[in-house]
């Protein structure tokens, strides 16, 4: 956990404030599934392991949100740029990391799985977090696609970018019987955001800002394109699962 927290710590200093494309795929793909399956807002919203915090601010306007990470200075820089978010920090020797058992509506996990050792206790830990009926969305890369993305990111990345110190990522399969063995409802599964991870001619058209965000509503062929190849091709992927009542 120590290495862990160093390597955050360092990471959440160099990026800042800073939202990466990827994220804001990741943060539309959770909002959408909130939209979709959660009940009306007001909403209790757990951001689990929230890292530099920017996911709270498009949480809020669905209910009060709590974010939460084990790393100090990155909640204090989160608390500094979002107020409006209560971020606690977790305290890996207590129960359920210090939170309220059966006190959140909706738990997002986003991108963490694959930073985690114990995937399965993750799942638990969520799964008592959550009220009865309570909505559990969670992000993380395709298990699929990393022999080629660990390859595109070690030949194009500096050594600090390209892997943290676990880097687990799991196939669609694997995330699936986790949801199941947890004891939650499956309710949707997809992929999605399509990122470049060769340097063919249609991969680097594919992933330009132009096809993947500057003018995706405004060109409808574009448009539909890009939303074909992100969700067949996309290195995310992103299911959603309800405790039971």
């Known amino acids: 956990m120590s290495e862990q927290r160093e390597y ?13 494309v990827e994220e804001l795929a990741r943060m539309y793909e959770i909002g959408s599934a909130i939209q979709r399956y959660a009940d009306s807002p007001p909403l209790r919203i757990l951001d689990f392991g929230c890292g530099a915090g920017w996911l709270g601010q498009f949480l809020a306007k669905s209910g009060k949100v709590t974010a939460a990470d084990f790393e100090l200075s990155a909640i204090e820089r989160a608390r500094a740029e979002y107020p409006f978010v209560d971020f606690r920090l977790l305290d890996e020797k207590a129960p359920l990391y210090g939170l309220m058992p059966n006190s959140f509506d909706v738990v997002v996990s986003n991108s963490v799985l694959e930073h985690v050792a114990d995937k399965r206790q993750h799942f638990n830990i969520i799964r008592d977090l959550l009220v009865r009926g309570g909505l559990l969305i969670l992000t993380t890369p395709l298990g699929e696609v990393w022999p080629l993305w660990s390859k595109w990111t070690g030949a194009h990345y500096p050594p600090e970018e390209r892997f943290q110190p676990i880097e687990a990522w799991i196939s669609s399969v694997e995330l699936r019987k986790l949801l199941d063995d947890s004891g939650f409802a499956f309710l949707s599964w997809k992929r999605f955001y399509y990122m470049r991870m060769t340097d063919s001619i249609s991969d680097r058209l594919m992933s330009t800002a132009l096809v993947q965000y500057g003018y995706i509503h405004r060109l409808r062929y574009v448009g539909s394109m890009w939303r074909w190849l992100t969700d067949s091709y996309g290195v995310y992927q992103i299911i959603i699962g309800r405790k039971p009542s």
């Open 8 to 20: 955050y710590a360092k990471l959440w200093e160099r990026k800042g404030t800073r939202i990466w």
